[in-house]
């Protein structure tokens, strides 16, 4: 959210209009400024959909890691595991996988050693 620019003449116009949002009052919501949260919302509700752009990093920052001790599919599964993949193209990126995986998680390389290959990969 902290990335979200509002001009101070909108975030004003849209304070007196916020609508409460119930997803942002569950317990697992964690917000630094929750009012500049609502605002923020606020005026993405009101400038509308054409206007939004969404930017998605990927790194578990959005997805999530696991539920119920389960290990949840990353936004990568999802797609390599879909029926737009070839059979062939799943079967490259499963190998990938099995490559790249342990390198990320080796908790003996530095992230110097890490970046280039996760950038490769
Ligand atoms: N080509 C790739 C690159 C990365 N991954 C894994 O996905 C994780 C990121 O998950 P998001 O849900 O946040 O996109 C990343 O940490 C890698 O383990 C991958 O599977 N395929």
Redesign the pocket.
């Known amino acids: 959210m902290g990335s979200v620019s509002v001009s101070p003449r909108a975030a004003r116009a849209t304070a007196e209009r916020i609508q409460p949002v119930p997803e942002l009052e569950k317990a697992s919501v964690h917000m630094k400024d929750p009012e500049h949260v609502k605002r923020v919302i606020s005026a993405l509700r009101e400038a509308g959909a054409d206007k939004l752009q969404v930017i998605s990093?990927?790194?578990?920052?959005?997805?999530r890691f696991g539920f119920n001790g389960r290990r949840c599919p990353?936004?990568?599964?999802i797609l390599?595991n879909s029926r737009v993949i070839s059979e062939e193209g799943r079967k490259k990126l499963k190998d990938?996988?099995h490559y790249y995986?342990p390198i990320?998680i080796d908790p003996n390389r530095t992230m110097e050693e890490k970046c280039p290959l996760m950038v490769e990969?």
């Open positions: 990093d990927f790194d578990m920052t959005l997805s990353t936004s990568h599964n390599d990938l996988l995986y990320e990969w």
